[in-house]
């Protein structure tokens, strides 16, 4: 039996709200595309620091997207706990889904690597 309060429709603006499972997942991939992208489109360090004009270079990105994998995996927990329990992830979970962010991240290295800008 659903109380009469139960609202299926994610209310972002109250904390207290309930996130459904459907909507949860999605925030969860919008968040890792953008974040897997984020250090490729643009020449400040986390898209906030600015570089004083120096050019990123390549290890930074990847830093930079190890780093962006951390913060969207701990967001993505805060979802989790949020819907309900937090399950416990092996050495595979954590192997695929760093697999899946590197996947996510190609758009943004093609067109910063292999897009021929004019």
Do not use: C
């Not at 949860?24 to 919008?30: F, T």
């Amino acid at each position: 039996m659903v109380p009469e309060n139960h609202s299926p429709h994610v209310d972002f603006l109250n904390p207290g709200a309930n996130v459904s499972l459907s909507a949860g997942g999605w925030l969860v991939i919008l968040l890792a595309l953008v974040g897997a992208n984020l250090p490729f489109i643009n020449q400040r360090l986390f898209a906030l620091i600015p570089l004083g004009g120096v050019a990123k270079s390549a290890w930074l990105r990847l830093l930079e997207l190890i780093v962006i994998y951390f913060v969207v995996g701990l967001l993505a927990w805060m979802i989790e706990a949020r819907i309900g329990n937090v399950f416990h992830q092996g050495w595979q979970f954590y192997a695929v889904t760093a697999s899946m962010f590197l996947v996510l991240a190609f758009p943004g290295f093609v067109y910063r690597y292999l897009w021929r800008h004019r």
